[in-house]
């Protein structure tokens, strides 16, 4: 089966840029948009993560990222959907910003990653990001069906374990008619995996995560991931918030 990828951003973060890019741009105020990614192509409506429940909707936060922002339903109504003909939901990870319009998708099975679904209940006091109110409704409808092996999800895409930005990430692999394009399941940005010659000077091919596991070990799986994917697409990155699908 053949996909089309579909950014929507669903809300955006303003904050310094070294929270994406470790050890550089610090001090440089940065906005990302938080997408939620409509795939299409097959016969299931399916989605990657859904992001926030209360987008921040101004003028300011729209030329932040060159791009309209829209509330979950806005968003889906785009492509021709609701949250009730949502099938399935697959999420890089469980940070608020990634689930927080879980609940509305009262038909979708959710698959999350079995060290994400940990977290989230017991998470570490520096990962404030978890908040199980966003998946407590999905959970107890059992709606989650719990990731443990690398694999496919249905035919055409597939989830890789990635713990760059947390345990449980899942990169998300969506064959394309350009290619095999990855979701990564780590939050960063297009310079993280193209570095300005002031990194690469270092000899560095990739900047890993503001906010990593390790990051020794979520360079390697960066560049791993990059090995495995004919196109990148970086987490939070600012040029697919104008909506244009990517694979085509």
Known sequence: MIYTIHPVAMGT???DKSMMTYQYGQGESYTIPIFCWVI?????NILVDTGEMNPIQSEQREKAINGKIYTFEQGLKKHGLTPEEI?????????????????????????????????????????????????EDVEENGQIRIVKEDGPIVDG???????????????????????????????????????????KGMEMDVIPPGTHVDVYSAYDIMVQVKKE??????????RFACGDPIGI
């Open 13 to 15: 973060k303003v904050f």
């Open 229 to 238: 994917a004919d196109i990148l697409i970086p987490l939070h990155e600012p």
């Open 157 to 199: 895409i597939s989830v890789k374990h990635t713990p760059v930005h947390t345990k449980g990430g899942l990169t998300v692999f969506i064959d394309t008619p350009k290619g095999k394009a990855a979701i990564t399941g780590f939050c960063i940005i297009e310079e993280n995996y193209n570095p300005p010659p002031e990194i």
């Open 40 to 44: 299409k192509g097959g016969d299931k």
């Open 87 to 135: 099938d399935i939901v697959i999420h890089t990870h469980l940070h608020n910003d990634h689930c927080e319009n879980d609940y509305k998708c009262e038909n979708a099975l959710f698959y999350v990653h079995e060290q994400e679904l940990e977290s989230i209940h017991n998470p570490h006091p520096l990962d404030y990001r978890y908040l199980e109110d966003y998946i």
